[in-house]
């Protein structure tokens, strides 16, 4: 398996799992093992991958496996949910930090294939985004949707990600999660 940064001629393949795992394209029994509910255009991961340099991607035999998106705030921002998040930052300390635009990022969305879930591909997508995201960053945020026990099992548990707060969006409830970039 190789990971590595996306390039705009991965922009396909990542789109394509994306459906497969976005809430709003999921099939029904697929739901439970976990899914995504933030939605991509193609030039929103032209963006990613051009101005974030944020876009990772676990790649084997030339097919997109695994994707884990990890932008700025300020990318983030065009979406309702960050922007509630990014306004409540100020409110969190966590580990020295009282977080910011400046001092932390947005982790996620990550879709992993069902064929390869379960082995390794979680964490070294994970650390690797981490190990890309810490020349600019020193903390990590991101959030889970409470309906979505097993990315927060993936997230809490498996890669130890801290619970910084719950909040609610949408009717619905969110644990927040964050973890350092160094040192984890």
């Known amino acids: 398996m190789e990971y590595r940064l ?18 709003d394209t999921i099939k029904e029994e697929d739901k439970k093992d976990g899914f995504v509910t933030t939605n991509f255009t193609k030039d929103d991961l032209k963006e990613l991958i051009e101005k974030e340099q944020g876009l990772f991607i676990a790649v084997e035999k030339s097919r997109v496996l695994a994707y884990v998106m990890s932008a700025s705030w300020e990318y983030c921002s065009r979406w309702d949910i960050f922007k509630e998040m990014i ?14 635009t400046k001092n932390s990022y947005q982790y996620g969305p990550i879709s ?16 690797f985004a981490l190990e890309m995201m ?23 548990k498996k890669l130890g990600l801290d619970i ?12 927040e999660l964050g973890c350092l970039t160094k040192g984890k």
């Open 112 to 127: 992993i294939d069902k064929s390869v879930r379960g082995s390794e591909v979680l964490p070294n997508i994970f650390n």
């Open 134 to 156: 810490s020349k600019k960053y020193p903390v990590m945020v991101t959030f889970v949707n409470k309906i979505n026990p097993r990315s927060f099992n993936a997230h809490h």
């Open 6 to 23: 996306a390039t705009l001629n991965d922009i396909e393949s990542i789109l394509e799992l994306h459906k497969k795992y976005q809430v």
């Open 87 to 100: 306004e409540d930052l100020p409110n969190i300390e966590y580990k020295g930090y009282r977080l910011s």
């Open 164 to 175: 910084l707060k719950e909040f609610e969006f949408n009717g619905n409830r969110y644990w």
